[in-house]
T-cell receptor, first 114, second 114 residues
Framework: ETGVTQSPTHLIKTRGQQVTLRCSSQ?????VSWYQQALGQGPQFIFQ???????GRGNFPPRFSGLQFPNYSSELNVNALELDDSALYLC?????????????FGQGTRLTVV | KQEVTQIPAALSVPEGENLVLNCSFT??????LQWFRQDPGKGLTSLLL?????REQTSGRLNASLDKSSGRSTLYIAASQPGDSATYLC?????????????FGKGTHLIIQP
């Protein structure tokens, strides 16, 4: 167990809808990053939040947005869902500045868009 | 742009064999490299983290090496067991670019036959 928890575990949405995924980071970790993993692929970096501010973003459109709260938990919001958004969404927490910045992942949320 | 390649894509071996998984990356300006294990439909479990200044790390039957100059890492699994069956992913973090997140390979799907 990493201490990173994600909810919900599974979700089915209709194309065009909006979805919110949630992540609680490991205790003491102030940085949360989100990844999208399509079937058979490695995870792709979506964005990262550090102390409630987005400080890094991968090659994803603006309809992917997020929040980080004072307790360092985080949300990933996706608007105008497309069929290609179907994937496993992974959250990772870390503590930059520590010696190793090891990333710890949650169990993921499986999103299916129909 | 950093690219990470893992070879082989899939591997099936009898129980008890020692095996090597390979990971290569195109940009040697990395902060660290991390090996993960992923069971089907699940999140990522961190196995080993190697800092850019280190040559190898060991945990139990696992040993990971890093040759930053050649852009290569290997994960050595000794005395393989059926419980080792999973997908193994390597990921690198760019030097000075922690906010860029991790760049992953597509993984090696490993099956250990009883």
């Amino acid at each position: 167990e990493t201490g990173v928890t994600q909810s919900p575990t599974h979700l089915i949405k209709t194309r065009g809808q909006q979805v919110t995924l949630r992540c609680s980071s490991q205790s003491g970790h102030n940085t949360v990053s989100w990844y999208q993993q399509a079937l058979g692929q490695g995870p792709q970096f979506i964005f990262q939040y550090y102390r409630e501010e987005e400080n890094g973003r991968g090659n994803f459109p603006p309809r992917f947005s997020g929040l980080q709260f004072p307790n360092y938990s985080s949300e990933l919001n996706v608007n105008a869902l497309e069929l290609d958004d179907s994937a496993l969404y992974l959250c990772a927490s870390s503590f930059p500045g520590a010696m190793n910045t090891e990333a710890f992942f949650g169990q993921g949320t499986r999103l299916t868009v129909v | 742009k950093q690219e990470v390649t893992q070879i082989p894509a899939a591997l099936s071996v009898p129980e008890g064999e020692n095996l090597v998984l390979n990971c290569s990356f195109t940009d040697s300006a990395i902060y660290n490299l991390q090996w993960f294990r992923q069971d089907p439909g699940k999140g990522l479990t961190s196995l080993l983290l190697i800092q850019s200044s280190q040559r190898e790390q060991t945990s139990g039957r696992l040993n990971a090496s890093l040759d930053k100059s050649s852009g290569r890492s290997t994960l050595y699994i000794a005395a393989s067991q059926p419980g080792d069956s999973a997908t193994y992913l390597c990921a690198v973090r760019r030097l000075g670019g922690g906010a860029d997140g991790l760049t992953f390979g597509k993984g090696t799907h490993l099956i250990i036959q009883p």
